[in-house]
């Protein structure tokens, strides 16, 4: 258990840093409530009387210095991280404490990569972008699904959303990534980010019953493009999103998730199926669970948890799958999230 180690949550009073708030207090971590805006940091202390709120903003290196004073490590939940993850890493590698994110911007985090790999590494700290439902468990998947290969042809990770009602952050998020892309798309493709303008293909793909084959969106490319290539030689990456949930993420009309249990989950169901080929040779792993927001807060805190108790591969800028024994953090992860192999895939 956390054992009374304080844990900075930066955009505590988001949708997402709620769900992480609640999962730190329940692995007896103490949160320290960061964000830019002091209301809303007094009205979420009255939902956790006793924590502490630190008014902090990315436009003020000290201010996030204050913020970050006696944190064993941070974990970001303010989005777009186009603006807060690089002031934010530069904090946690002032203060020397690992950063974690659930960055679900492709760009964002090939910057993470790209701007702080040599630093962080420097620092013998570890600073892990996209720990979440995007970018993390699809890669702590694909790991998995590896087992022994370092190498695969191609890997192929489908998005079974029962729906989406995607939060403010979720669109903000998504209309910078756009404005950087210039409107254009992007894959990854002979083991590189391409972008293009090519119509999007629509499929069918087989997820594991009950869900059955459903229709989906190719190339509907997440943060797994970045994760995955950042530690597996595997060329092509390919995310695959359902034809509903993507319609329902750009209706004109689209709606914030609405809580129906006593943890705050919306009623949005998910599976993430995952396909790796190598030659002739397929493996598939997949796992289903309850709101892509909520499933986020314990694959972020159970990252802490390793890194702070030194269940860490790695240091540096890494991936879920490449700092963590990806199939024991799955276990770890058993009371929210199924994870079934194939019985013709497993041994
Ligand atoms: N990878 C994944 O699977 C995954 C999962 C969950 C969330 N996310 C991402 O996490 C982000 C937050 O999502 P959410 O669902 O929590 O959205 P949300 O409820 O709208 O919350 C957004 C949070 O970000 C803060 N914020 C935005 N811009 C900021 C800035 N410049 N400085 C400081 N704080 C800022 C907001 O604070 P104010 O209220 O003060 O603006 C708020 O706390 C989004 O980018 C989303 O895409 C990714």
Not at 77 to 105: K, S
Not at 193 to 207: G, V
Request: net charge negative; proline share 5%; charged share 20%.
């Amino acid at each position: 258990m956390g054992s009374g180690r304080n844990v900075a949550v930066f955009g505590a009073y988001g949708h997402t840093g709620r769900f992480v708030v609640a999962e730190l207090r329940e692995r007896g971590y103490v949160p320290v409530l960061l964000g830019r805006d002091q209301d809303k940091l007094v009205a979420l202390v009255e939902a956790h009387p006793g924590l502490e709120a630190r008014q902090a903003s990315v436009d003020d290196a000290a201010s996030l210095d204050r913020a970050l004073s006696g944190a064993d490590a941070v974990i970001n939940c303010a989005g777009p991280f186009a603006t807060t993850g690089a002031p934010l890493i530069e904090a946690a590698l002032r203060a020397g404490i690992p950063y974690v994110d659930v960055a679900a911007e492709i760009e964002a985090n090939v910057d993470t990569f790209a701007h702080f790999a040599e630093r962080a590494r420097a620092a013998g700290t570890v600073v892990v972008p996209a720990m979440a439902f995007y970018g993390g468990l699809g890669d702590l998947l694909v790991t998995t699904a590896m087992g022994d290969w370092t190498a695969a042809d191609e890997a192929h990770i489908a998005y079974g959303l029962s729906s989406w009602h995607p939060t403010a952050g979720t669109l903000a998020a998504g209309m910078v990534s756009g404005r950087r892309r210039g409107g254009r798309r992007v894959r990854f493709t002979g083991g590189r980010l391409e972008y293009h303008d090519d119509a999007l293909p629509t499929l069918e793909w087989p997820f594991p019953a009950p869900l059955g084959p459903q229709s989906v969106i190719g190339e509907f490319t997440m943060a797994d493009v970045v994760t995955v290539p950042s530690h597996l030689a595997v060329p092509e990456v390919r995310t695959y999103m359902t034809a509903k949930a993507a319609a329902d993420l750009s209706a004109p009309d689209a709606s914030a998730p609405a809580a129906v249990d006593e943890r705050g989950r919306s009623a949005q169901t998910f599976v993430v199926d995952v396909l790796v080929r190598s030659g002739g040779t397929e493996r598939r792993v997949a796992a289903t669970g309850q709101d892509i927001y909520a499933i986020s807060a314990p694959l972020a805190v159970e990252a802490v948890d390793r890194i702070l108790t030194g269940r860490t591969r790695a240091t540096g800028v890494v991936s879920a799958g490449a700092v963590f024994d990806a199939p024991d953090f799955l276990r770890a992860l058993s009371s929210h999230l199924s994870v079934h192999v194939p019985v013709d895939a497993r041994g």
